[in-house]
T-cell receptor
């Protein structure tokens, strides 16, 4: 199983809503990532978890709250978002072996629209 | 700071022809890794090929090969025998190992490739 599964695929939410994005992998990977991608732009790193601990927060606003309940799951809790937060949110994972050619495996993303 | 530059916003290629997508990079690290990912309209980022800075040979993976010119700091992707399914956005990326764990991929702006009949 070489998949990263993200749910939901599409999400529409109002600015006062609370919602969560979910990401799951069963490859035994120990690092997991959230990226944000605006239309026709490259993905931008938001958060990194390594061995279930938050390793990097790229100065993301607090209305985005990541959670890593276990090594297979990664959530992104959303609250009081703004319309400019509308984007494709990509989850990724990697083995965390430290090898130079370690690659990230990405999910298909959640397309988020904030009204 | 690392920087990745892709100067071709869009490219067209005829089916069965070869195409080269350009990527230049800038880094002060002596050891680094370069990746190419493909992103079809479905959204998923698909790993294509990897080149390490100390690798003696250019990387190849099936129809994908990497023209790595270290002195010029370029890592161009060559796709041979293009297929309609190759139509997608292609991103060049550089890897940075994070001291707290994990890897950071910094992406270029991407090249939209369209394969025509």
């Amino acid at each position: 199983d070489t998949e990263v599964t993200q749910t939901p695929k599409h999400l529409v939410m109002g600015m006062t809503n609370k919602k969560s994005l979910k990401c799951e992998q069963h490859m035994g990977h120990r690092a997991m990532y959230w990226y944000k991608q605006k239309a026709k732009k490259p993905p931008e790193l938001m958060f990194v978890y390594s061995y279930e601990k938050l390793s990097i927060n790229e100065s993301v606003p607090s209305r985005f709250s990541p959670e890593c309940p276990n090594s297979s799951l990664l959530n992104l809790h959303l609250h009081a978002l703004q319309p400019e937060d509308s984007a494709l949110y990509l989850c990724a994972s990697s083995q965390e072996t430290g090898s130079a050619n370690e690659k990230l495996f990405f999910g298909s993303g959640t397309q988020l629209s904030v009204l | 700071a690392q920087k990745i530059t892709q100067t071709q916003p869009g490219m067209f290629v005829q089916e069965k022809e070869a195409v080269t997508l350009d990527c230049t990079y800038d880094t002060s690290d002596p050891s680094y890794g370069l990746f190419w990912y493909k992103q079809p309209s479905s959204g998923e980022m698909i790993f294509l090929i990897y080149q390490g800075s100390y690798d003696q040979q250019n990387a190849t993976e099936g129809r994908y090969s990497l023209n790595f010119q270290k002195a010029r700091k370029s890592a161009n992707l060559v796709i041979s025998a293009s297929q309609l399914g190759d139509s997608a956005m292609y991103f060049c990326a550089m890897r940075d190992i994070l001291t707290g764990g994990g890897n950071k991929l910094t992406f270029g702006t991407g090249t939209q490739l369209k394969v025509e009949l």
